[in-house]
Nanobody, 122 residues
């Protein structure tokens, strides 16, 4: 079982950057593909990015391609989401999650963090 804790959210102006971190507990962290999702009030949970256990393959949602980068450090049991050129529409609660496969579907993810809020002002 993997337990996940996100951090790094906050308030930033449009055009700015933030880096989210997701710290995992559990000795098997390195075996799991990891993903980031986000959810704004009144909207469905949206896929943001995912990365394979070795970090060699990544996948991004269309709305963040070219602006966000997912990475992981298995030695630190941590996955990151570097967010650049932020827009007001990026405002949401961001969640990291662990899966058994590289996927953009929330239903494929078995463990979730509690979320961290990102607010982008215009």
């Amino acid at each position: 079982q993997v337990q996940l804790v996100e951090s790094g959210g906050g308030l930033v102006q449009a055009g700015g950057s933030l880096r989210l971190s997701c710290a995992a507990s559990g000795r098997t962290f390195s075996r799991y593909p990891m993903g980031w999702f986000r959810q704004a009030p009144g909207k469905d949970r949206e896929f943001v990015a995912a990365i394979t256990w070795g970090g060699g393959t990544t996948r991004y949602g269309d709305s963040v391609k070219g602006r966000f980068t997912i990475s992981r450090d298995n030695a630190k049991n941590t996955v990151y989401l570097q967010m650049n050129s932020l827009k007001p529409e990026d405002t949401a609660a961001y969640y990291c999650a662990a899966s058994t496969l590289l996927s953009d579907q929330a239903s494929d993810y078995r463990a979730w963090g509690q979320g961290t809020q990102v607010t982008v002002s215009s």
